[in-house]
């Protein structure tokens, strides 16, 4: 059941403290504070490079893989949407790593990838909550992502489940790849292990992501930006809101604003940012400047580094807990999902089963 939550989704958001804790749990020794990995019937220490696939929801965690493997594992990176990637009919490197990335299992396209990347001689590492499922039965390896089951149409404690078994493989392979060091994977590692708690934290602001809901609840556009890792946050962010409220929002490279969608920007068209405190934030930010100026209203989630030069800006800030910055797309995907979700309840919609969304999408 529901647990006494409104919606499956709600129930699901409040998951994500334990689902993280969950998975952390099954890939860390608590005793050595290492990653540890199962068994795979190939060598991650020397494949030259990894290509990964997935839809939806779960190639945007793809794609925060992405720049985890290429940043800290100095691991070359292609990814694409399943749908693509399928006929793409892409020269594949020899001995690259095939990563797919599923919570059902199931999804055609995903598993139509796979099955061309097996036939090109990949080995395949997919990274499932459905342990039990087609795409595991066709793959070399699996990697559980331990969120349990997933009610509401939209996927929330799957993807945070996702990133956190990405984030533990990225360590992994950076250490056989010798670009981590055993003080680095410990700090890493502790950034991880800081999760559950942090992530709970995120609940305490329901009362600021309410008040935003009802900004982005009267708009018919939203825009999200964000740079980096947050960038695919962002991403989900629009997703979400898409799907369960049904208002338009696309997102944006903050770098790409000014190549286009700046002349969008009026008072009509919110825009959500999503900006850790880091390297980044002084050119996100001056990104949301130019927005301001143009007569944008800014919402934004940063931390409480943050806080102070985002709020000299933006109509509304939320400072989300201050996390090591590796970590950082995992606590500011928890702000996005909640904010879509208020903004549903706002519009009256119906949060868990959406209009013509389907959980699992088992044909092309
Ligand atoms: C988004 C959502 C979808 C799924 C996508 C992939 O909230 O639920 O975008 O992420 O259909 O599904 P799986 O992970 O089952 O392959």
Redesign the pocket.
Known sequence: GKDGYRHYMEKELHEHPLVIGQTLQRMIDPATRRVVLPEMPFDLATIPRAVIT?????FYAGVVGRYWLEEIARLPVDIDVASEMRYRNPPLTPGSLGIL???????AD?LAALRGFKNAGLPILSILNAEHSSMARDSDAVLGTVAGPEIS???TK?FTAQLTVLACLTIAIARMRGELDADGEEELVSALLDLPSRAADVFTHGDAIRQMASVVAEARDVLYLGRGSAYPVAMEGA??LK?ISYIHAEAYAAGEMKHGPISLIDRTVPIVATVPSGVLFDKTLSNLQEAKARGGRLLAFTDEVGRDRLSAIAEQTIALPKVHPFVTPIIQTIGVQMLAYETALLKGTDVDQPRNLAK??TVE
């Open positions: 997935a839809c939806g929801s779960a990335i599923s919570q059902s299992g199931e999804t995903t149409v939209a996927s799957a997703l979400k799907e699992s999408v």
